[in-house]
């Protein structure tokens, strides 16, 4: 687990002004990696390190002389269309370049001569999914999540007897993961009608979002070899934002008995920006269990866990409909809440996952699953919020939603903030639900 070290001075500051506000995303503290590249002309994309409103080129950044060392090396594995080359060299590489990059990156450093000309605007770029995503598997780590959807179906016994035991997970869909922005069709798919004595095949009703954060797996496992707790964290490169959509009526129809297949392969939206476990160091928290739950097994603990395993990232998820575009209004915030409150940590999924002797790849993206807070106000999503969509949501501008219509983008964004510390972000994920194909 990191510590604190140079890199997370609040007192930094950066030659790059936009980084300075107080109220950025991305200060000289966070430093989050994607890949990019601008959008006019036929550019090839490439690694990127926000700094303020601005891209640092790692590509260009390489290349201008000012990188040594292991610092080079990492900046250099960097520079292509994906991140897997950076996240497989592991942690001591990626300190080395985090330590570079904010040096060279402070106000009165001498490389700010040779690297204004690697800094490319934010709103002049787009972005790709920043790695080639092997395997994507999804979990289960929110009880509060799991509580609020219990209660909808088992009212006595909302959570299945395995839940405070085992992280709960299962393999996703890597081949439909994009980036933020992007708009997608609503799914079709086969549903059962309350009364029905068929299925029937068309587009999904009940269309919903999930609130999770992403986890890349930096460097790998061999087959046969479980990663233990006190080194799990060391395999992860960071995080992102990530939107696991969901078609509750889809799922509801074909779950049983293998779990959930269409309902969710159809979408996955990722931020693209990958902030590194060292730029969240000033924001661990112990993590502990409610008095009278189990203990974790010995395989799923560690004192550097109980000491620091939680992680106070601020979640929020807002919606804006087709007609508060038209109108000009703003996206409306519908939850708030933190990972803080996850049941299971980023280290437990890692050391369950490979327990069994499953090796992991670098690229490998886990997700937290819905990331609810212990009041429905903290929901990750709309079958919560709406309690299976019994309680509409009204909307400041009179529109209401039990579940997503079309036109509606759904915008998560995601930071961290405490006293002492400088504030850092994750940028934002949205995607727009586009009309079933005719």
Request: proline residues 6%; charged residues 15%.
């Amino acid at each position: 687990m990191y510590t604190l070290n140079e890199t997370h001075d609040p007192a930094l500051r950066s030659w790059v002004a936009s980084a300075n506000t107080g109220t950025s995303d991305f200060p000289i503290q966070n430093l989050p990696f994607a890949v990019f590249r601008r959008t006019a002309g036929d550019e090839v994309f490439r690694g990127g390190v926000a700094i303020g409103d601005q891209i640092l080129d790692l590509s260009a950044a390489a290349a201008s002389g000012v990188l040594q060392g292991l610092a080079l090396q990492a900046a250099q594995a960097g520079s292509g269309d994906s991140l897997n080359a950076l996240m497989a060299l592991g942690a001591t590489s990626w300190s080395a370049l985090r330590l570079a990059l904010s040096q060279s990156l402070r106000s009165g450093a001498v490389a700010q001569s040779a690297w204004v000309a690697c800094l490319v605007p934010q709103a002049d770029a787009e972005y790709a999914v920043p790695a080639r995503i092997g395997d994507y598997t999804d979990f289960y780590t929110s009880l509060h999540h799991a509580t609020n959807i219990g209660k909808q179906f088992r009212p006595d016994q909302p959570l299945l007897p395995n839940y405070k035991w085992v992280p709960i997970g299962y393999h996703g869909r890597a081949s439909s993961l994009s980036v933020s922005g992007q708009s997608f069709h609503r799914p079709q798919g086969q549903t059962l009608a309350p009364g029905a004595t068929q299925p029937a095949l068309g587009p999904c009703k009940r269309l919903d979002y999930e609130l999770e954060l992403g986890v890349f797996i930096g460097t790998g496992n061999a087959i046969g070899t479980p990663i233990e707790m006190a080194q799990a964290e060391s395999h992860i490169f960071g995080l992102c934002l990530l939107n696991d959509w969901s078609a509750r009526d889809l799922q509801a129809w074909e779950y049983q008995p293998l779990g959930p297949f269409l309902s969710k392969n159809f979408a996955t939206t990722l931020s693209p920006w990958i902030v590194t476990l060292e730029a969240l160091a000033p924001y661990r928290l112990p993590f502990t269990r409610p008095t009278g739950d189990p203990q974790p097994f010995p395989y799923l603990d560690s004192a550097a866990n109980q000491s620091g395993g939680a992680v106070d990232v601020q979640l929020s998820v807002s919606l804006q409909t087709q007609a508060m575009r038209e109108q000009g209004h703003n996206a409306t915030r519908l939850t708030l809440t933190s990972y803080r409150h996850a049941y299971w940590t980023m280290a437990q999924m890692v050391a369950h996952h490979t327990v069994n002797g499953c090796n992991l790849q670098a690229g490998d993206l886990l997700g937290t699953g819905t990331l609810s807070g212990p009041t429905l106000d903290q929901a990750g999503a709309l079958i919560e919020l709406t309690v299976g969509g019994k309680q509409p949501l009204t909307l400041p501008h009179g529109e209401s939603r039990s579940f997503l219509e079309d036109g509606d983008c759904v915008v998560m964004a995601g930071w961290c903030e405490r006293a002492g510390a400088v504030r850092i972000g994750f940028g934002h994920c949205y995607a727009t639900v586009l009309p079933a194909r005719g």
